[in-house]
């Protein structure tokens, strides 16, 4: 079984900054793609970004473009999320899982999705 820990979410007002980590542990693969979702209320989840197994090349929804940036230490078994400039409509649940490639995002390779980590920003 693969356990996948979100950590880094708080309240933080508009324009601030927060630093998502997710932790992976069990078996899995450096060869994984990594992506950040999130799910607000009464809405569907939505993905956010993703990054290559080998790091380095990002794929980032529209929505957060330029404001978030995603990162991972293979070594750590972490991915990071980077999230500036934040808003109200980033209020959300935030999630990680894996993808076979940065074109698989739709289709995540773990059905447990844990906890993710809450979100909130005030206006």
């Known amino acids: 079984q693969v356990q996948l820990v979100e950590s880094g979410g708080g309240l933080v007002q508009a324009g601030g900054s927060l630093r998502l980590s997710c932790v992976v542990s069990g078996r899995t693969s450096s060869n994984f793609a990594m992506g950040w979702f999130r799910q607000a209320p009464g809405k569907e989840r939505e993905f956010v970004a993703a990054?290559?197994?080998?790091?380095?090349?990002?794929d980032y929804a529209d929505s957060v473009k330029g404001r978030f940036t995603i990162s991972r230490d293979n070594a750590k078994n972490t991915v990071y999320l980077q999230m500036n400039s934040l808003k109200p409509e980033d209020t959300a649940v935030y999630y990680c899982n894996a993808a076979r490639s940065l074109s698989s995002t739709s289709a995540p390779l773990y059905a447990d999705w844990g906890q993710g980590t809450q979100v909130t920003v005030s206006s």
């Open positions: 990054i290559k197994g080998s790091g380095g090349i990002t």
